[in-house]
Structure formats: structure tokens, C-alpha cells
């Protein structure tokens, strides 16, 4: 991992922890080589650094929901695997990795595309509709929404209103 990836990646996990996300610093080298064993390639090196010293749960931020990551939540992890039936059966062979949702209750497939060459594994985020996965079994993606994930951080971090919402679950 680059310095300058964990350098911004800590500025984002201090901003989110200030606007009210329980994240916090723990070492998941494990289980970030679980999920680098199940997609096609090496996920973004500004993603990886944030799954490899972060635990957190499910997160708005501009807008996109991101799948938690903790020992309680394993979105991300189950997601690829795709299990049948799921989006990320057609997603994950396609060279799509889901990593969340859009923030408002929409079911399409939040994604980074590893489809296209990319700088430090930096792939672009795009928004794929579910219903074309689910009824055709094809990836159509309807819009890029950042060129990058350390792209949407910077933004977030640059930002008066990066748009982060996380809700306590009701027990």
C-alpha cells in the first residue's frame, strides 16, 4: 500500500468517525486476502487500505450506500462470492465487484470496474441496474458515478456536506 493511500484514507476515516460513523482501526489482513481470493483482480489501493486497517458498518456517503465491513458484517465478503441468484453472479465473471448500493434504497449494484486499465488500481465506480442483471443476466452500467474511490474520498473530504448518514441498528 502507498503512504500517500493510507495518508488519505486516514483523513477520510477520521472525517467520517466525525460526522458519527462507528469505524474504527483494526488490522484485516485476513480478511482482506479472503476477498482478493475471489474476484479477478486486485481491488483499488485506496479501497484496499480502507478494508486492510478499518472495521465499520454499512455507510451513506454522497450518496452511495457502502456494504459494512466488520465481524459483523460481511457484505462485501459475501458478495463475492456470488452466491447464486445474486447480482454478483453475473457481476463478479463480468469483472464487476459490488461494494454497496445507491443511498437511496435502490437495489442496483454499486461497483468498481475492473474492466478498464487503471493507475494504482484505481477503477472507476459505476452505478449497474439489477433488473437488467436479474432478467437478462447482463452488466448494463447506467452511469459512472466517480472516476475512482480515492477520487470520491477526496471529494468527501473536500466537501461541506460529503452527505454521510449512519443509522444504529434497532436491537
Avoid at 3 to 30: C, H, Q, T, W, Y
Avoid at 44 to 49: T, V, Y
Avoid at 143 to 149: H, T
Amino acid at each position: 500500500m502507498s503512504p500517500s493511500a493510507d495518508k488519505l484514507i486516514d483523513s477520510f476515516a477520521a472525517m467520517v468517525k466525525g460526522r458519527g460513523v462507528p469505524i474504527r482501526a483494526e488490522d484485516n489482513a485476513s480478511r482482506l486476502r479472503a476477498l482478493q481470493e475471489r474476484v479477478p483482480k486486485r481491488i483499488p489501493q485506496s479501497f484496499e487500505s480502507l478494508l486492510s486497517r478499518y472495521s465499520f458498518p454499512t455507510f451513506d456517503v454522497f450518496g452511495i450506500s457502502l456494504f459494512g465491513w466488520d465481524s459483523d458484517s460481511t457484505a462485501i465478503l459475501d458478495e463475492a462470492s456470488a452466491p447464486k441468484n445474486s447480482l454478483s453472479e453475473v457481476l463478479i465473471p463480468a469483472g464487476y465487484v459490488q461494494i454497496g448500493r445507491p443511498a437511496t434504497g435502490h437495489f442496483d449494484a454499486i461497483c468498481f470496474d475492473l474492466n478498464h486499465h487503471a493507475q494504482n488500481r484505481e477503477y472507476r465506480v459505476v452505478q449497474a441496474d439489477h433488473e437488467e442483471i436479474l432478467c437478462n443476466r447482463r452488466v448494463r452500467v447506467t452511469e459512472e458515478l466517480w472516476p475512482s474511490f480515492a477520487k470520491l474520498v477526496e471529494s468527501a473530504l473536500s466537501s461541506d456536506d460529503p452527505l454521510v448518514h449512519y443509522e444504529m441498528p434497532v436491537e
